[in-house]
């Protein structure tokens, strides 16, 4: 294992080894190893407090008080579970936020023209609905070409028809540009629709990994899958009881 | 979708609500209701705005009234005719008693305009240095807390003291005065800023010029101009003051001067003037308000 891991080492865009974050004496990370390969989507999944979160935040550069070592290249985009919009400040200028040089809003016109938004380029972000403001979000996300892109359940707050939407749309963004993607989820089958690998966090460390091979878009009632969800949760605890399920 | 629950919060529905389904709501419907209801709105605001004008009115006439009817006599209580008869003397009959009403205007305009400038600009300063930094808060924070507790009028005499009875402990006044309300305002406009907007610029890797620009300026803005208005209001109120106790120009003298001569027409007319600047100045931020505030207030329009 630690030799496959040492070999992944050498191509692995993200690579996290024995990662541990405390609050006050509460270990919520407890020795994380993880990689993530190029062009990787890697879903993790977990109860909550099993710091999948905290996992996202100390690789965004967002919580400082980790220790161990990992390695992120440096061009990474986050989108969250709250779009995380200036109000203030337009669509489009939302988008090119950060962007410096003179095509700044061509490239924010061309990120919002992919996720479906052209024709809200000048509307407030109170003007959106959900889904669109966590289009916007991804936009942002997807506007500087990153390498690695972090999401933190950014479907998390939408309707189930929106979510779905949401997944074709980030396989679409996904096949066009080819970002590794680090997706932290509570939702099995959003995991098992997007990922290559379903990663799950329990106690502080990765209890369990699920590959998924499947070619995208999945079929949600695939075999394989519904074989693949009923080990998940298990290894998540939740038909220990009701078995007969 | 987007439409139909833009249309909903219009209607003032739920968004979610279960009575309101995609097949419910014809295109066609929030539409129409939509473009009835604005103009609607817009009639009802124009005839309250109407209505609130009657009752200043009724007492305007009243108070010509008093003067018709002898009820007051006009040296005690000098009626609107009067005051505008007086005014317009001023300006067109100087006299050596009082001078020109423009004239004093000026004095008084540059002293609050030159005072104001100072006091925003030290709030301003203060209030990016202490809301932005631990160190800042740590520094400046209790100092103007102090000053805030110090009664600012009690200062006229120290003022007189060390800079004399010219315009300029006027003008310090005037600074002293704008410049707490707004301080505070912006101070706890730019700490009160939704932490989470620090994170994503962070994550955006914006530098401290674009984290200003876009996230701290913008988010203390709406308090901000709250601590504006209330710092035009002190700046006023403190020029009034400084302007009457040992001023040689300016509408405050003019006042002192038509106490000695008991002409309280001449005090009216400074009354009214100093009421007039106060309604420009709280108009113009009103404008700045509904230019700065766009994003909330275009969505209330809608």
């Known amino acids: 294992m630690t030799a496959l891991a040492e070999a992944n080492a050498g191509t692995a865009l993200v690579s996290v080894r024995n990662l541990s974050r405390e609050f006050n004496g509460r270990r919520v990370l407890n020795g994380v190893d993880l990689t993530v390969a190029p062009g990787q989507i890697v879903a993790l999944i977990g109860r909550s407090g099993s710091g999948k979160s905290t996992l996202l935040r100390v690789l965004a550069g967002l919580d400082h008080g980790a220790t161990g070592e990992f390695d992120v290249p440096s061009r990474a985009g986050v989108a969250f579970q709250d779009a995380r919009l200036l109000l203030w400040r337009r669509v489009r200028d939302n988008v090119a936020l950060g962007l410096r040089g003179e095509s700044r809003h061509e490239i924010a016109e061309a990120a919002l023209a992919e996720v479906g938004l052209s024709d809200h380029l000048r509307a407030w972000p109170l003007t959106l609905s959900g889904g669109e403001a966590q289009r916007v979000s991804l936009a942002r996300a997807l506007v500087r070409e990153p390498e690695l892109l972090l999401l933190d359940e950014p479907f998390g707050a939408l309707d189930a028809l929106t979510r779905l939407a949401m997944h074709d749309l980030v396989l679409a963004l996904w096949q066009r540009h080819r970002p590794a993607i680090l997706l932290v989820t509570h939702d099995v089958d959003e995991a098992l629709a997007l990922a290559d690998r379903v990663v799950l966090l329990a106690d502080g460390r990765i209890a369990y990994e699920e590959r998924v091979a499947l070619p995208r878009p999945r079929e949600r009632e695939h075999p394989d899958l519904a074989q693949k969800r009923i080990r998940l949760l298990n290894e998540l605890g939740v038909y220990q009881k009701g078995a007969s399920l | ?302």
């Open chain 2, 1 to 302: 979708m987007s439409a139909i629950e833009r249309a909903a919060q219009t209607l003032g529905l739920p968004r979610d609500g279960p009575s309101v389904s995609e097949e419910d709501v014809t295109p066609v419907a929030p539409a129409a209701t939509v473009g009835i209801v604005a103009p609607a709105r817009r009639r009802r605001m124009s005839l309250s705005r109407g209505r609130r004008l009657i009752s200043p009115l009724v007492l305007l006439g009243i108070w010509q009234l008093t003067n018709a009817f002898k009820l007051i006599s006009p040296e005690k209580l000098p009626p609107p005719s009067m005051v505008v008869t007086t005014a317009s003397n001023l300006i067109f009959h100087p006299t050596p008693a009082f001078g020109s009403l423009q004239g004093a205007m000026a004095v008084s305009v540059q002293r609050f305009a030159l005072g104001f400038a100072l006091g925003a600009g030290v709030a301003l300063l203060l209030a990016l240095v202490a809301g932005l930094s631990r160190l800042g808060e740590a520094t400046v924070d209790p100092l103007v807390q102090m000053i805030r507790t110090l009664p600012l009028f009690g200062l006229i005499p120290v003022f007189i003291v060390w800079f004399g009875i010219g315009s300029l402990p006027k003008i310090l006044l005037v600074a002293l005065g704008a410049s707490v309300p707004l301080y505070l305002n912006t101070y706890s406009g730019i700490r009160s800023i939704d932490g989470r907007l620090f994170e994503l610029s962070h994550v955006l890797k914006l530098n401290r010029r674009e984290r200003l620009i876009n996230v701290v300026i913008p988010g203390a803005l709406p308090q901000a101009l709250v601590g504006l208005r209330q710092s035009l209001g002190a700046a006023w109120l403190s020029l009034v003051v400084a302007e009457q106790i040992n001023a040689n120009a300016g509408l405050g003298f003019m006042i002192n001067q038509a106490a000695t001569f008991l002409r309280n027409d001449v005090i009216f007319v400074a009354l009214t003037v100093y009421t007039l600047l106060g309604l420009l100045t709280d108009w113009i931020v009103r404008l700045l308000e509904r230019r700065a505030l766009a994003w909330r207030t275009d969505l209330v329009a809608q």
